[in-house]
């Protein structure tokens, strides 16, 4: 199963439904994804719920504008588990003309394509947000 995919459909798929939150299981990987995404301004907030014995959980609060929208519209997986997609900083092209991010693991952590194109680093491309 590929956790990431697991993790963004469910945060489109409850937006769309008007839903405040979704919980997930907790990884450091979807921790620095869910912060990425916090600073791009598609989710609210998400906090680490202590679980039953060792598994930790994630409640991510998702954002919509005043008139009730989502701010997460939609998301496309870009590189999965099967097929890797790597791309150099100068390959990273606006996602929806600069309305949309690319969401990159590089050697400096997850980031958002703006940041990987300023610090002049590339990577896996994970997804795109929009």
Do not use: Q
């Not at 299981?25 to 921790?31: C, N, Q, T, Y």
């Amino acid at each position: 199963m590929d956790k990431i995919s697991n993790l963004i459909i469910k945060m489109k798929n409850a937006s769309m439904m008007g839903h405040e939150s979704i919980v997930d299981s907790h990884s450091k990987l979807k921790e620095n994804i869910l912060n990425v995404l916090k600073k791009a301004g598609y989710i609210e907030d998400f906090k680490v719920l202590k679980g039953d014995g060792v598994k930790k959980r994630i409640r991510v609060y998702l954002k919509y504008d005043e008139s009730g929208k989502p701010r997460l519209t939609d998301v496309k997986r870009v590189s999965k588990p099967s097929k890797r997609i790597y791309m150099g900083y100068k390959d990273l092209l606006p996602v929806k003309y600069g309305y949309g991010i690319m969401v990159i693991s590089t050697p400096m952590g997850v980031v958002s394509d703006k940041d990987a194109r300023n610090n002049k680093v590339g990577g896996e491309v994970l997804f795109k947000i929009w």
